[in-house]
């Protein structure tokens, strides 16, 4: 069976698979809409959970951004395995003893505040939105190489899906579509590692086969290393960015991953307080099958690309892959238009090389890097095809790569559908509406989303990674604070709360903004974003941890210059931290 058949034939079959368990879950209620009923285990939450994390982001952009960044993007895998243990520790068990349907309505009831609640609200819009921006790349990429169309027309495709379901299923429909979506997900990603990992280093288990020789004895990264260096790139294992940034970086995605609206919720579907914390630990599990893959892919990948354009001796006259003859992968990818190549010395062949080799070109005949276009993200999608495998194994990456992009666009949709029908709507500006009401203006909300998300995903700000990454950085400096001086501080009151994020978000949305556009409209950027112009060498993307800091210094301050709050509100806290259930100590 030839490749689009069998493509069209697996995707088909797991889309009609979670349409089905989206119309059977259909939620009916506003429980069952917003946190599932309370009623999941916390096993099966942690596989959904995992879905839920495991988005575009990490299934095609994380490999991608490792295949090219190399020992640098190793920030990503802490980042976000450390902040799953922060939210474990420090978050999800209080919350969900705290047992509301949201973080907006969490913030509003500590802060004892209409405003804080608003303020919440925004912040976390904004940080959705723009989570869904990087989202709807990765949707973007994976449809457009399933359909065979471009870029545009592959995101339009995919946002008719995800608003068929998410609108449909609600949080329980979502929740056991991404269960369905993280079995899909995982075994699509780790099968092709397993035989890229048997062909390249004869060890079938790819974290050890990254650490593994090859058929010529030399270890695997010795070999990266060497062919980077050879063609001109920075060497596969060494740090290119400053030590600053990427600790900065790494804090960011970490509090940001404990932030994060949509991660959150999650913990809000279990029945008691303790599952919170198992299905915390469960989802680390099920995440870390991925994330300890993740570096082997990435380095396979970008191993097999050059050598299968470098064919042959460096500056040798048949060194290089003649373009008319170039394999069906390029090809199809070429028609996505996310590859691009440029014959800019007419010589007919493929010259693909870095900044190391400009000495050298002249002598070669050579007049440029002439792969103009090698988008991240396309990377794990296309690794399969590169390195060879049947067919099935293709169609089964395409599966998976579009159910983990789907399974976190609906749990961010459902998160900010949620703040604007019941935080918003409900909560503040309409308290009368009925619970049939609040649905509709949920699914209405879901719909808006999905238009803004589509508009900017068409011109996304960065690859997908590094969009979730300012995500992130905004989520790390608005909500996360708010939530840990809500649940650890007794000193912390409305006024401090809400100049604190107002802090947080204000100052990373104007950084992001200076280099990225404001709202991500390139043409109104204010300096280029690279390391020369930024502010001591402190990348948008990990401004994030510095908005934090200052998000926690004007709330402490402000506080404890106005009036305390109320003794109420000072018992909730003290009675959020304490485990429902627990004993008290009876003797010495």
């Not at 974290?207 to 980077?228: E, F, P, R, W």
């Not at 794990?380 to 983990?404: F, H, K, M, S, T």
Request: hydrophobic letters at 50%; charged letters at 10%.
């Amino acid at each position: 069976m030839d490749l689009r058949t069998l493509t069209f034939l697996v995707v088909g079959s797991t889309f009609a698979l979670y349409i089905y368990i989206a119309i059977k879950a259909r939620a009916s209620s506003t429980a069952e809409f917003y946190v599932a009923g309370k009623g999941v285990h916390p096993i099966l939450n942690g596989m959904a959970t995992g879905a839920d994390w495991m988005s575009a982001a990490s299934f095609i952009s994380m490999a991608g951004l490792i295949a090219f960044r190399g020992y640098d993007a190793s920030v990503y895998l802490m980042g976000w395995t450390g902040g799953y243990v922060l939210l474990a520790m420090l978050l999800a068990p209080y919350l969900r003893k705290y047992g509301k349907f949201t973080v907006p309505e969490f913030i509003g009831d500590r802060f004892y505040s209409n405003g804080a609640r608003l303020v919440a609200i925004i912040c976390l819009i904004t940080a959705s939105i723009t989570y869904v921006i990087g989202q709807m790349k990765g949707i973007g990429v994976a449809f457009s190489r399933f359909l065979e169309v471009d870029f545009a027309h592959g995101l339009i495709a995919g946002m008719v899906i995800v608003f068929i379901y998410a609108v449909l299923g609600g949080m329980k429909g979502i929740t056991y579509t991404q269960i369905a979506q993280y079995c899909v997900l995982i075994f699509a990603y780790t099968v092709p590692a397993v035989f890229i990992s048997l062909q390249l280093t004869g060890n079938p288990i790819p974290q050890l086969g990254l650490g593994s020789t090859m058929t010529d004895g030399v270890y695997l990264l010795d070999k990266l290393d060497q062919i980077c260096l050879d063609l001109g790139f920075s060497a596969y294992t060494t740090q290119k960015g400053s030590t600053l940034d990427m600790f900065l970086l790494t804090m960011s995605l970490m509090i940001g991953t404990a932030g994060l609206p949509h991660v959150i919720t999650r913990f809000f579907t279990v029945p008691k307080v303790k599952d919170a914390r198992f299905s915390a630990g469960w989802a680390l599990v099920f995440i870390a099958i991925l994330y300890t893959t993740a570096p082997a892919v990435g380095a396979m990948a970008r191993l097999n690309l050059m050598n299968t354009i470098q064919t042959g001796e460096i500056g040798s006259p048949n060194g290089n892959l003649t373009y008319d003859e170039r394999p069906t992968w390029f090809k199809n990818w070429e028609t996505t238009g996310l590859l691009k190549f440029e014959d800019k010395n007419n010589d007919g062949k493929i010259q693909y090389y870095g900044p190391g080799l400009a000495d050298k070109e002249k002598a070669f005949g050579w007049a440029g890097n002439e792969m103009v276009k090698v988008d991240n993200d396309i990377m794990v999608l296309a690794n399969p095809e590169i390195a060879g495998l049947p067919n099935w194994v293709i169609a089964l990456v395409a599966a998976g790569g579009i159910a983990a992009a789907l399974s976190t666009a609906a749990g961010l949709l459902l998160a900010i559908s949620s703040a604007v029908s019941h935080d918003l709507l409900k909560g503040i500006m309409m308290p009368d509406i009925s619970e049939k009401q609040e649905l509709l203006y949920s699914r209405f909300a879901m719909a808006g989303a999905i238009m803004v998300a589509g508009y900017l995903g068409l011109n996304p700000p960065g690859f997908a990674a590094q969009v979730v990454a300012l995500a992130f950085g905004l989520a790390a400096s608005s909500i996360f604070p708010a939530l840990m001086l809500g649940i650890f501080s007794r000193r912390v009151n409305n006024t401090g709360a809400i100049c604190g994020m107002l802090a947080g978000l204000g100052s990373t949305l104007l950084y992001i903004f200076w280099y990225k556009g404001f709202l991500f409209i390139q043409s109104t950027a204010m300096l280029p974003d690279n390391a020369a112009n930024w502010v001591f060498g402190i990348s948008p993307g990990s401004f994030g941890a510095v908005g934090a800091l200052l998000n926690f210094a004007v709330a402490l301050t402000v506080s404890q210059f106005t009036a305390d709050p109320p003794e109420h509100i000072k018992a909730m806290v003290e009675d959020v931290r304490v485990p429902r259930g627990a004993g008290s100590a009876t003797g010495h």
